[in-house]
């Protein structure tokens, strides 16, 4: 390669929860640079998944975190040209891009969701991904039946 590989920013934890992982989440959320509107869209989606699983012992957070590795997908296909074919070629996901894909897929299986505000679209996303439903799962669900489908071809990874 020619040029160097761009260098990774650093990213503050949030105000409230002191968590890197939840500015990242905000960070995708955003639209317009509004990070405030952003914040107070996470925020109040948590405490809506708090008050809609009162019997769970876990904190929103800790709710949101399980709903994230719940969606978190371990391979992925890749489309590989190997003469004059096209192949799908299962890969496994380097550990941030699994993070990245998991919260893109949380957001906008929330967006397309029925619902009155953002808020109340992403906490109910949320609790679907905690209890194993919803786009989102699904979604990480089809990556891994496309992976398995396509295992024959595994040895043209590159």
Do not use: C
């Not at 019997?55 to 190997?82: C, F, M, Y």
Request: glycine share 6%; charged share 30%; no cysteine.
């Amino acid at each position: 390669m020619r040029k160097s590989k761009p260098k990774k920013r650093l990213i503050l934890p949030d105000p409230v929860y002191g968590d890197v992982r939840v500015t990242k989440f905000v960070n995708h959320l955003m639209f317009d640079g509004k990070k405030n509107t952003a914040f107070t869209i996470f925020y109040s989606a948590l405490e809506t998944v708090k008050s809609k699983l009162p019997n769970e012992e876990l904190g929103a957070l800790d709710i949101w975190k399980k709903a994230l590795e719940n969606v978190t997908p371990q391979v992925e296909v890749k489309s590989r040209r190997v003469g004059g074919a096209t192949f799908q070629v299962p890969t496994e996901i380097r550990a941030d891009r699994k993070e990245s894909i998991s919260m893109k897929n949380l957001i906008s299986y929330a967006r397309k969701r029925g619902g009155k505000t953002m808020a109340d679209k992403l906490a109910a996303e949320i609790v679907d991904a905690f209890n194993n439903q919803g786009g989102a799962f699904k979604r990480k669900e089809d990556m891994h039946k496309m992976a398995e489908a396509n295992r024959a071809f595994a040895h043209f990874r590159f």
